[in-house]
């Protein structure tokens, strides 16, 4: 098992910045890669930044390319996701989640994922 607990949420102005973390706890061996997910209301679960637990290969969605930096550290067992430039479209909770990478599922989709964090909200006013 993994566990996952996210922190940093907030509220902050349009152009302000956030930096979320995400504790990992567990079997942390078992671990491919580490995603942030986000979910506005009414609107999917988007994946949002994606990294591997072991290399240094990372993903972003168009829409937070230029503003979002996903890092890691693995003495800690921490990810990191910072956020700069945030807009009031990047409302949402904000959720982290372990992939083993036996799923064959694209690495966009939540349910290639295994593990997931309780979430934090993160609110950007205009």
């Known amino acids: 098992q993994v566990q996952l607990v996210e922190s940093g949420g907030g509220l902050v102005q349009a152009g302000g910045s956030l930096r979320l973390s995400c504790a990992v706890s567990?079997?942390?061996?078992?671990?491919?890669?580490m995603g942030w997910f986000r979910q506005a209301p009414g609107k999917e679960r988007e994946l949002v930044a994606r990294?591997?637990?072991?290399?240094?290969?990372?993903y972003y969605a168009d829409s937070v390319k230029g503003r979002f930096t996903i890092s890691r550290d693995n003495a800690k067992n921490t990810v990191y996701l910072q956020m700069n430039n945030l807009k009031p479209e990047d409302t949402a909770v904000y959720y982290c989640?372990?992939?083993?990478?036996?799923?064959?599922?694209?690495?966009?989709?939540?349910?290639?994922?295994?593990?997931w964090g309780q979430g934090t909200q993160v609110t950007v006013s205009s």
């Open positions: 567990g079997r942390t061996f078992s671990i491919y890669a």
């Open positions: 989640a372990a992939d083993s990478g036996y799923s064959r599922t694209p690495v966009g989709a939540p349910g290639r994922y295994d593990y």
């Open positions: 990294i591997r637990w072991s290399a240094d290969a990372t």
